[in-house]
């Protein structure tokens, strides 16, 4: 990877921010804080006359962290209860506590729903109340999705001879067993071997195998972008049980599963 590919690479990860954890220690899945924030964001839409800024996503406490049951992906947080934060600007013609469960509610709502994260609370400090003529587009939209790369299929490391062959064999067995999966849109990759390694690496795979696949003993690394259609968890969950199936191994092979995008309805 050139030193170019390489300082982008680490810009867009940095942009997309932390990987948040989705459902328990054994799922294996997280989700890009750049994707979950925009799925919370909008959520508050149908609350008149909020907007919600500064959002932010962390353990509510460290100690209730649980190690992951596979190899966690780079800058992933552990499993384990969350809360959020947040800065709320509130309609002045509304009594200020009613707007604020109104938005922790559909917070709750949707961090649950539609998304499988184990969000415990959610902390607002309101910032600043609204004129009635000021709030018609006041509405929360969260980071936007769009600034991550689409792909359509995945890139291996290109390893030399019949073992190189055997690896790309394995990947394309799990891009299609993926993509087949309800809920996932396409491939998105965005995570590489440049963002967990010091020495140059591969381009960047929506679909990554570490260890060897024809003996069955082997780390995966999925990287989706999903359709709004199921829960994000229940997706990611599917993707890699499928992932597992297709390398015919599946007591043997770890899955980590990453949702970089999550299209909007």
Do not use: F
């Not at 994707?35 to 609350?47: N, Y």
């Not at 008149?48 to 800058?75: D, F, T």
């Amino acid at each position: 990877m050139t030193a170019e590919r390489l300082t982008q690479a680490v810009r867009q990860q940095l942009g997309l921010g932390r990987l948040l954890p989705l459902g328990e220690a054994s799922d294996g899945a997280w989700v890009t804080e750049e994707a979950a924030l925009a799925v919370l964001g909008r959520s508050v839409r149908p609350v008149p006359g909020v907007r919600l800024s500064a959002m932010r996503v962390e353990l509510s406490s460290p100690r209730a962290a649980v190690e992951p049951a596979v190899p966690p992906p780079p800058s992933a947080m552990p499993p384990g209860p969350l809360t959020l934060t947040a800065e709320l600007a509130a309609p002045a013609d509304r009594p200020v506590p009613a707007a604020a469960d109104d938005v922790r509610r559909a917070l709750l709502a949707a961090a649950e729903q539609e998304l499988g994260l184990a969000l415990e609370s959610v902390d607002l400090r309101v910032t600043e109340l609204v004129e009635a003529e000021s709030t018609g587009s006041a509405q929360a939209g969260g980071p936007k999705p769009e600034g991550v790369p689409h792909a359509e299929e995945a890139r291996e490391s290109g390893s030399a001879g019949s073992a190189g062959a055997a690896h790309r064999a394995a990947v394309d067995r799990v891009t299609r067993a993926v993509l087949a999966v309800e809920g996932v849109a396409r491939l998105v990759p965005v995570l590489g071997p440049a963002l967990s390694r010091v020495a140059a690496g591969a381009a960047v795979s929506a679909v990554q195998i570490e260890g060897d696949p024809e003996e069955g003993r082997c780390h995966v690394l999925l990287q989706l972008g999903l359709s709004p259609t199921r829960r994000a968890l229940d997706t990611a969950r599917a993707a890699g049980a499928a992932a597992r199936d297709a390398l015919g191994a599946s007591g043997k092979v770890t899955v980590a599963v990453v949702v970089t995008a999550i299209d909007r309805v």
